[in-house]
Each structure stands twice: as structure tokens, then as C-alpha cells.
């Protein structure tokens, strides 16, 4: 066998890590539990309450990375920092069909873990460990969730334990399913467990060891600052030196090359399917000086779990980024529901202005209503003197006001359905042409709800109502009511109705106004006459803003259909500024903590001999 590599005269190799910042200002040291498992407990709760629902580009990516620190929170850096002195968890990785199972079994001289042809083999990973050290990893702290089992199983969620006399103490193997395995599940698991290691064990082979999938978590690794030691396998022994100076290269430029590299070369395993020892020996040897010396496996511990630390904060500050993308798609979906919903009121407010309303059939009921002009322009001439005279003719003859009602009723039904169309088909419109809206969309929602148009209907009833009770209310203290009756009510009530449709100070506009305006201009005369100019402009404008605030009312329950879309979706308070709270009070604790400390104390030395 042949081992490449010093790790105590390379730069990087696996040892007691210096910080990556230093404490500024008064800042003093403290001990690791004073401050550390605080500030993660609370960049875990941060972590916990962010939500990605909206589908955005960074969405995936924030949701993945969320799942990746929560478990690594859980199954590494929380229970690691409350026992520094358990033992060191090697995480043995690897493609299919590297070997990892044979090695393992190897390394123990136990056959713990199935290995075979058939793929995938590891279906459940597998820890072996001392028996002296089997109560630690038995108690659950490190990967807590999965479940403890001493036989072997192939249900999802298991960790097998088991023992082995011929493992140091202080030493644990833990054989992981396939990083490249057909089954998903297998390929999580297994990035999780590299996530929970103290050392990572990567086994690759002559074959296969330039694949994509080895070298993107050898760059996680690196990223992280994790101690990491590599087993080229099965390797022809008349091009040993010539892959493992290229694999050496490999990760020198992927600034890996203070991993320590033992190339094993093709072999046959015994009866137990086991190597033979002269093939392994140098390799255990390295882990039996490793486990024999606590100030090197201190060493990795720290070097590990700072860099896992430092490596925290630019994830979570693109999680945070995320969260406030979240936030604002959000926002900007709601505005583009209610840009279209505002547009919507102010055709409303700019129909009520322009007379468009008093087209067609509400003129010529309310010509009909009030006789002709030339009758009127007489009364105007006179109005001062024919107060009472008017108000008695209009009150005395029986003017169709019903179909005038009608008229008026339909006309504002009309503009409501047309309006509520022409906006549902904008605002679906505006989300369709977002990512996170189009996710949103249902068809329903580029028309009208199909309450609309009898909603719309109740609300023209409704304010016409409303109309008659101001009229009342105005003409309480007045001779009006008492003389008149109902039907003067009901006819001073529609007058006000067309006032509202001609302007707000009932003053007609448009072509189709100014075609009646002798008939406009008289009911304005007939409202003077009764209320007085002050009294009718107050009717007219307070009937323009009732109708107004109903019509807001409704356009703003069918923006609603839209807008509980976006709430049930937005992400609650400000997950963006939580998260870089607490991910800036982990690195304070992390700089201020005395467990990582400036010295280096190198791993043992590669032991350095001829191959077989």
C-alpha cells in the first residue's frame, strides 16, 4: 500500500483550526457553554420558523438548506458541543460499490456491516464503535433522530449499533449508505451523516474516483472546514503512482490536498469477506494512533466543529435573503391585485363624473319622470315664486319612478360586473407573468366570483335605500315631508340618484347630458326648491361617497380571492432579520469562545512504507 501525504508539514491538514475572525473591542473569552449552545438553540428556532412557500427561484435551494442546518444543528453541533470529549465519529462515504462496507468490516476485523454485488447494499447505516464507548453514541445525542437498533434493519430512520473489541475506545466508524445511490432517501441519509461527522472518510476508487458526486461533497466538506482523510481503492498496482499523483492534483486544486490519501490496491478478501490485514494495516495503524492520542482527536473536533460554525453564517445569510424574497413576491403579488382593484374603483369614481351613466335608458326614464324640458325651463324662470307649486305637481302626478329606479339599477350593475371582470383578468393577468404568482393561480380567478353580479345587485338596492333615508333625514325639520308624503321622498331620492350620475354637484356633462339638459337642470330646480343649493349639493355628494365606499367594499372582497392566496402564503414576521440576528449572535459567541484556540496540534503522520 502507499500513503501520500504529511499532515504535519502540509498547510491545512486536519488540526485545531485558528478562528476565522478575532474578538473585537472588550470582547473576552468564554467557555464554549456559556455562549455557544445558547446562540445555536436560537439560530435553530430562527431557522425553524422561516418559510419558503412561494415558488421562487431561491425558494428550493433556502427550504433545502433549511432541512440541511436544522439537521446538522441537531445531530452534530448541539450534542458535540455539550460533550467535546466523546468519542471521534468517523463517517465512512463513498459512491456505490467503493468498498466502504469491506473496508469497515476490515478496519474492526468484524464482519458488522452487509456488503455484496447487489446495489444498494447499505440500506441502514451502520456505527461501530468500542464497547466501552457504546453508551455514548446508545444515548441518542448525535443523531437523535434516528433510532437506535442492535440488528441490523431496512426500515427507514434506523441506526445500527454495534460493538467491536478490536476498535480503540474513543474511536467510531460509521459506515453510510451510498452518496450516490438510485434510492433518494439513501442519498439524504447519507449527506446527513457526512453533516454529523467529526472526520469524514471518503472511499473512492481507480474507476471512479473523478465522478461529479464524490467531488461535490469533498468542496461541502472543504467549505465547511471538516477533517477529511481519502481511500483510493482497488487500485491496479502497476498505476498506483500515476492515479494517486493525479488524485493527489485533484485535490490540490480543489485545495484538499492536506487530506491525508492511503491508495489500496486491488486484493482478495477471505472467508469472512475481510482484506488482508498487510493491505489495512498502515491505514489502521493511522486510526489507532488517532484514537490513542486525545490532543489529536481534540484537534479534529475543533478543527471540525469551527469550520461547521464558520460555515453557518453565509448559509443562513442566503437563507435570509430568500426570506426577504419571500416577503417582497409577496408584496408585489398583493400590489398587482390591488393596482388592478384600485383601477377598478376609479372607473367607478370617473363613471359617476362623466355622465356615461346617464346614457341610454336611465335618460330616457328620467325624461319620461319629469315631463320635458320646456316645462321645466318655465318652472326654473319662476322658481322662486313657484316653490310650493312646483313641489305639489311634482308630488301630485303619478311619474313612472319604478322603471326609473330599474334603469338606474341596471346601468350600475353593469359598470360593477364590467369593472370586477376587467380587474380579476388584469390582476390574474399580473400573476401569471410572476413565478411565484403563476403557482398561485387558479382558473377561477381570471373572471369575477360567480356571486358577483348578485352582490352587485344587492348593493345598487342597498344604496338606493340608503338614498331615501338621507332624503328623509334632510327633509326631517322641513315642511317637505309632512306635505309630500312618501312619493315626494321616492322622487327626490331618484333626482339625487341622477345627480350622483351626473356629477357630484349635479352639474350634467357629456354629450348625452347636455341633450337633456333642460330635464337635468330642472330636477336640480326641484331640489333647490325643496332643500335649498347648499342642502342639495350635500345630498349628491354624500350619495356619490356611500355609493363609492360599497362599491369599495365589493371590489375589495373580490381582491380578496387573490389576497388570502398571498397571506396563506406569506411568510409571518420578518424571518429575513431573525435569521441574521441570530446568526450574527452565533458568530459573537464563536469569536468570544476560548474552545478554539490559535496553537495547531497535526494528526498523526501518514505512516509512509512501500506498497504491496
Not at 388570502?564 to 464563536?590: N, Y
Request: charge should be negative.
Amino acid at each position: 500500500m502507499t500513503t501520500h501525504g504529511d499532515p504535519a508539514t502540509r498547510a491545512g491538514a486536519p488540526a485545531v483550526a485558528t478562528r476565522a475572525g478575532a474578538a473585537t473591542g472588550d470582547d473576552q473569552p468564554v467557555h464554549a457553554a456559556e455562549g455557544l449552545p445558547a446562540a445555536l438553540t436560537g439560530l435553530r428556532t430562527a431557522i425553524d420558523a422561516a418559510r419558503f412557500p412561494l415558488a421562487l427561484p431561491s425558494a428550493a435551494p433556502a427550504r433545502h438548506a433549511a432541512t440541511s442546518l436544522i439537521d446538522q444543528l441537531d445531530d452534530y453541533l448541539l450534542p458535540r458541543l455539550a460533550r467535546l470529549d466523546a468519542p471521534l465519529l468517523v463517517v465512512v462515504g463513498g459512491s456505490t460499490g467503493a468498498g466502504k462496507s469491506t473496508l469497515v468490516n476490515s478496519l474492526v476485523k468484524a464482519r458488522v456491516s452487509a456488503s455484496g454485488v447487489l446495489r444498494p447494499t447499505t440500506r441502514s447505516p451502520v456505527l461501530v464503535c468500542s464497547p466501552t464507548d457504546a453508551t455514548w453514541f446508545r444515548q441518542g445525542d448525535l443523531l437523535p433522530g434516528l433510532t437506535r437498533t442492535t440488528d441490523p434493519s431496512e426500515q427507514p430512520g434506523t441506526l445500527h449499533l454495534v460493538t467491536a473489541p478490536a476498535l480503540p475506545p474513543g474511536l467510531a466508524f460509521l459506515d453510510a449508505p451510498d452518496i450516490d445511490s438510485v434510492v433518494d432517501a439513501n442519498r439524504a441519509l447519507a449527506g446527513q451523516l457526512l453533516a454529523a461527522a467529526d472526520l469524514w472518510l471518503f472511499v473512492t476508487t481507480a474507476a471512479r474516483y473523478a465522478d461529479a458526486v464524490p467531488w461535490e461533497l469533498l468542496r461541502s466538506a472543504r467549505a465547511r472546514g471538516t477533517a477529511v482523510a481519502m481511500v483510493l481503492d482497488r487500485v491496479p498496482p502497476e498505476a498506483a503512482d500515476e492515479i494517486a499523483a493525479h488524485l493527489s492534483e485533484m485535490l490540490a486544486a480543489q485545495e484538499l490536498g492536506a487530506a491525508p490519501l492511503f491508495v489500496l490496491p486491488e486484493t482478495w478478501v477471505d472467508g469472512q469477506g475481510l482484506l488482508p490485514d498487510r493491505i489495512t494495516a498502515p491505514l489502521s495503524d493511522w486510526f489507532t494512533r488517532l484514537a490513542a492520542d486525545a490532543e489529536a482527536r481534540a484537534a479534529v473536533v475543533r478543527q471540525t466543529l469551527d469550520g461547521a460554525l464558520a460555515a453557518l453564517h453565509p448559509v443562513v445569510e442566503a437563507m435570509a435573503d430568500a426570506a426577504d424574497e419571500q416577503l417582497a413576491a409577496a408584496d408585489a403579488l398583493d400590489e398587482r391585485v390591488q393596482a388592478a382593484y384600485r383601477g377598478a374603483e376609479r372607473t367607478v369614481d370617473q363613471g359617476l363624473k362623466d355622465g356615461r351613466l346617464l346614457r341610454g335608458e336611465v335618460l330616457a326614464r328620467w325624461q319620461e319622470f319629469v315631463g320635458t324640458g320646456e316645462f321645466f325651463r318655465g318652472l326654473e324662470a319662476r322658481i322662486g315664486r313657484l316653490r310650493d307649486r312646483i313641489v305639489a305637481t311634482v308630488t301630485g302626478r303619478p311619474a313612472p319612478a319604478a322603471e326609473l329606479r330599474t334603469a338606474i339599477e341596471s346601468q350600475l350593475v353593469t359598470l360593477l360586473r364590467g369593472v370586477a371582470a376587467e380587474a380579476a383578468e388584469n390582476a390574474y393577468t399580473g400573476w401569471k407573468a410572476h413565478p411565484a404568482g403563476a403557482a398561485l393561480l387558479a382558473a377561477d380567478l381570471a373572471h369575477a366570483s360567480a356571486e358577483l353580479p348578485a352582490r352587485a345587485e344587492q348593493l345598487v338596492r342597498d344604496w338606493q335605500r340608503a338614498v331615501l333615508e338621507l332624503v328623509r333625514v334632510e327633509g326631517a325639520d322641513r315642511r317637505f315631508v309632512a306635505r309630500t308624503a312618501a312619493y315626494a321622498v321616492n322622487a327626490t331620492g331618484l333626482a339625487v340618484m341622477i345627480g350622483v350620475f351626473a356629477s357630484t354637484a349635479f352639474i350634467p356633462t357629456g354629450l348625452e347630458v347636455a341633450a337633456g339638459t333642460g330635464t337635468a337642470v330642472a330636477g336640480q330646480t326641484v331640489l333647490q326648491a325643496i332643500f335649498g343649493d347648499q342642502a342639495v349639493r350635500n345630498l349628491a355628494r354624500a350619495a356619490r361617497v356611500d355609493l363609492l365606499e360599497r362599491v369599495g367594499a365589493l371590489l375589495a372582497e373580490e381582491a380578496a380571492r387573490f389576497l388570502t392566496r398571498t397571506e396563506a402564503a406569506r411568510p409571518t414576521g420578518d424571518a429575513g432579520a431573525a435569521l441574521r440576528r441570530a446568526a450574527a449572535e452565533v458568530e459573537r459567541a464563536r469569536h468570544r469562545s476560548d474552545l478554539f484556540g490559535t496553537g495547531e496540534v497535526p494528526l498523526p503522520p501518514t505512516v509512509r512504507g512501500d506498497r504491496p
